[in-house]
């Protein structure tokens, strides 16, 4: 629902789908593998380029032919009597703005590595407990993660922050601010 030029889709997990790909029949495993190499071009491109510092626009001479071929890929497969693969190609041509944001925003990432790392401990407290029984317990549980990573984010001691804001809450005071101070 978000627009394509708002959001970017995670490579790491496109190239997972393209690896399904390669894994299933002849002619869709042969573009499995083009679509997962193509891919793969494109990170290692991005992140030659990200460890010295640059930011390669998709239409840069040293992006534009992976650009390309990836379209071209896209649309074979859009066009497959495999009624799946076809669906799952022209998805990704539906969204295809989300594939390039990362070569064009400073700071954007092809992966969702960094927000998923994040969101780990959540899932896996999920798992351990099975959840909260309550709307309440819910609210509860997301503040309280919200404030854990956002301490572990500014390197803040969370025990230090915690007692602040008891103390503060204690004395009738506001709870010491998350947000980050200024540049």
Known sequence: WLDPAQRQACHGHLLRDF?????????????????KQA?????????????????????????????????????QGSRMRDEKTSRFCQGL?????????FTEIPGAEPTNSR??????????????????????GD???????????????????LHDYLLAAITAALHGQPAPSLLPSGP
């Not at 690896?19 to 679509?35: D, H, K, N």
């Not at 780990?120 to 029984?133: D, P, Q, S, Y």
Request: hydrophobic share 40%; glycine share 4%; net charge positive.
């Open 19 to 35: 690896q399904a790909l390669a894994e299933r029949g002849r002619r869709v495993a042969r573009l499995g593998r083009q679509l």
């Open 39 to 75: 891919a793969s071009e494109i990170l290692h491109i991005h992140n030659k380029n990200q460890a010295e510092g640059r930011l390669v626009a998709w239409n840069e001479p040293e992006l534009l032919s992976h650009h390309n071929r990836l379209m071209d890929l896209l649309e």
């Open 93 to 101: 041509l539906d969204i295809w703005p989300a594939l390039w944001n």
């Open 115 to 136: 927000a998923e790392r994040s969101l780990r401990f959540a899932v896996l407290l999920r798992k351990r407990t099975g959840g909260t029984r309550t709307d309440h």
């Open 139 to 157: 609210r509860f549980i997301e503040r309280a993660l919200t404030i854990r990573e956002t301490c572990r984010l500014q390197n803040r001691n």
